[in-house]
């Protein structure tokens, strides 16, 4: 299984975003109550990562979303942006 990429990320005040690409090495989706929130977002003064790479998802806690095996993401790829205030997996899907 390889890890699937974060290939577009519109928010655009994350430390890790940089033109629309997430520069994370991985990112974690998931917050206990079902919530399909990015939990790598962060503010910061100023943006880090790995410039010449594009993020993975690392892990998903979201069981019930279809792409999710055993805590890993299958789907071939994702996107992450805003949703109700917060940084979402916009990919995610209920089984």
């Known amino acids: 299984m390889e890890m699937p990429k974060v290939m ?3 928010v655009g005040n994350c430390a890790y975003n940089t033109m629309q690409t997430c ?4 990112i974690t989706v998931g917050e206990p109550d079902g919530d399909p929130a990015c939990d790598t977002y962060f503010v ?3 943006h880090g990562g790995v410039k010449d790479m594009t993020a993975g998802v690392g892990a998903c806690k979201l069981a019930e979303c279809k792409f999710n095996t055993d805590y890993e ?9 805003m949703h109700e205030g917060q940084a979402d997996c916009l990919t995610y899907e209920l089984k």
């Open 8 to 10: 577009e990320c519109s």
């Open 23 to 26: 520069h994370a090495m991985a």
């Open 44 to 46: 910061a003064d100023r």
């Open 73 to 81: 993401c299958s789907a071939s790829s994702i996107k992450v942006g």
